[in-house]
């Protein structure tokens, strides 16, 4: 299936109220849950919907043009020989190959947001260096989503 950021969007607003309903503790800030917790629930829930592509949490490798799985790097620092290892929150992609790379998701907690700016500029290198399709950065709050903030191709005025 082809998926938009529109189709993205309901699949991720629909996982996340899913969610909130079944564990809603795992949405309050007293109990402050570690974000990996809510990052593997949320991937569970999304998995329902998404057809086609393998969705990972923490997923720390990639495919590269001879079909080896090796490190996943990213230019985080300008001018920085070596590139930065990261592991994204959940990713929606074919483990096989690196063209089908759908959606990134960096997810934040509200009360604990303070590497947002990191976040995002991770998406843009996603997208723009690992040929990501989509990326989202996802903030959630006692009550569901506190926000949504979609990137595609080239947006660095967006860091």
């Known amino acids: 299936m082809n998926y938009s950021i529109q189709n993205l ?5 629909e996982s996340v109220m899913a969610l909130l309903k079944e564990q809603p503790r795992l949405f309050k800030s007293d109990d402050d849950i570690n974000e990996r917790t809510v990052s593997g629930e949320l991937a569970s829930k999304i998995s329902k919907y998404v057809k086609g592509y393998h969705i990972n949490c923490e997923y720390n490798r990639m495919t590269d ?41 960096e997810l934040k907690l509200a009360w604990k947001n303070q590497g947002k ?28 989503i506190n926000e949504m903030r979609w990137f595609q191709e080239t947006n660095e005025n967006n860091t």
């Open 65 to 105: 043009e001879h079909g080896n799985q090796i490190p996943k790097r990213i230019g985080l620092i300008p001018n920085e020989k070596n590139k930065s290892l990261v592991y994204p929150d959940i990713i929606i992609h074919r483990q096989e190959d690196g063209d089908h790379n759908l959606l990134i998701i």
């Open 9 to 13: 969007e309901n699949i991720i607003k």
């Open 117 to 144: 700016k990191k976040d995002i500029k991770k998406l843009n290198c996603y997208i723009n260096e690992l040929n990501y399709k989509y990326g989202l950065y996802l903030e959630l709050y006692e009550e569901g």
